[in-house]
């Protein structure tokens, strides 16, 4: 039998408005599965994107010692010219004595004993002050500078960049397995509820194969029903992950949670997961109502 579009656009409107119903509870389960999906492939991005600020973030402080007083000092060029050639610093800058002096007025406000302690700029070291690519890098950037000449000491919050680590690579290891195991979820979901649909109207399958209608004459016009389905409810889906999304949101901004502040996706990645959605919506009702109809055709 021959298969023209005018037959598929009319029998796949038909079967849906017959079967509203049934349509109906596949384009729920739809929406709902993928809305989990998308909800974590964005919490996924979001934990990329709050990692690479976190770590951006970490800075390693190398102190001169006191015979070093300027950047123009051999020693302190050396220093300079060192970190500009090494790929793990994003950003070095050079902080003098009156810039040190500054930030210990500022740090020590309203504490007279510790105001009374430095009273001048050449109390206190100058320093390098170096943003690294990469918050791992940290140790093994610092152990560089550590017996160099003229070199103090080297600085860093070792106990909170470790403590951030753990949890950017817990949070990325826990938002990739619940991406995964959500999207398995959703398949089994998507394709039982075809398989459903499809069950309910077998009797219309063994029908029109035993009137000599093809398999594929069969298949398609419930492969564009499962499309369609899939397709509404990704849309759908997408909507309700953009819901859940900016809900979470709020509760962050709403509760002050400093640690989950940076965890933003951009408006371009939000668009990629709502594409993907879509695809995958559409190619598994297709797929699904394909893969659910193999039964019923071998009559």
């Not at 999906?37 to 964005?42: D, I, N, Q, R, T």
């Not at 009273?119 to 002050?129: I, K």
């Not at 398999?215 to 990704?234: C, K, S, T, Y």
């Not at 502040?261 to 993907?276: C, D, H, K």
Request: charged share 15%.
């Amino acid at each position: 039998m021959a298969i023209s579009v005018e037959y598929v656009v009319k029998e796949t409107t038909n079967n849906l408005w017959r079967n509203w119903m049934v349509s109906l509870a596949a384009v729920v389960t739809v929406a709902f599965s993928l809305s989990f999906v998308g909800v974590a492939l964005l919490f996924r991005q979001e934990v990329d994107n709050a990692t690479a600020r976190w770590q951006s973030g970490v800075t390693l402080a190398i102190f001169m010692d006191q015979s070093v007083q300027s950047i123009h000092n051999p020693q302190a060029k050396a220093v300079a010219d060192q970190l500009g050639n090494m790929s793990q610093v994003a950003k070095a800058s050079f902080c003098n004595q009156k810039c040190a002096y500054n930030e210990y007025r500022q740090m020590f406000r309203g504490d007279p004993t510790m105001e009374s302690a430095i009273t001048s700029p050449s109390q206190l070291p100058v320093s390098f002050r170096i943003k690294l690519k990469n918050a791992s890098q940290a140790s093994s950037v610092g152990a560089i500078f550590n017996n160099q000449p003229a070199v103090q000491a080297v600085e860093y919050a070792k106990g909170e960049v470790e403590q951030l680590l753990k949890i950017s690579n817990f949070l990325q290891v826990a938002s990739l397995v619940a991406a995964a195991a959500l999207l398995v979820s959703s398949i089994v979901l998507i394709l039982n509820s075809i398989r459903l649909a499809i069950f309910a109207r077998r009797k219309e399958v063994e029908v029109m194969k035993l009137v000599g209608a093809t398999n594929w004459f069969i298949r398609i016009p419930f492969m564009a029903e499962g499309l369609i389905q899939g397709l509404i409810g990704a849309v759908i889906g997408c909507g309700l992950t953009a819901f859940f999304v900016d809900e979470f949101r709020k509760l962050i901004s709403q509760n002050k949670i400093q640690l989950l502040q940076p965890m933003t996706a951009t408006a371009g990645e939000t668009l990629v997961v709502y594409i993907l959605l879509l695809i995958f919506g559409s190619l598994v009702g297709a797929g699904g109502s394909a893969i659910a109809l193999r039964r019923f055709l071998d009559v």
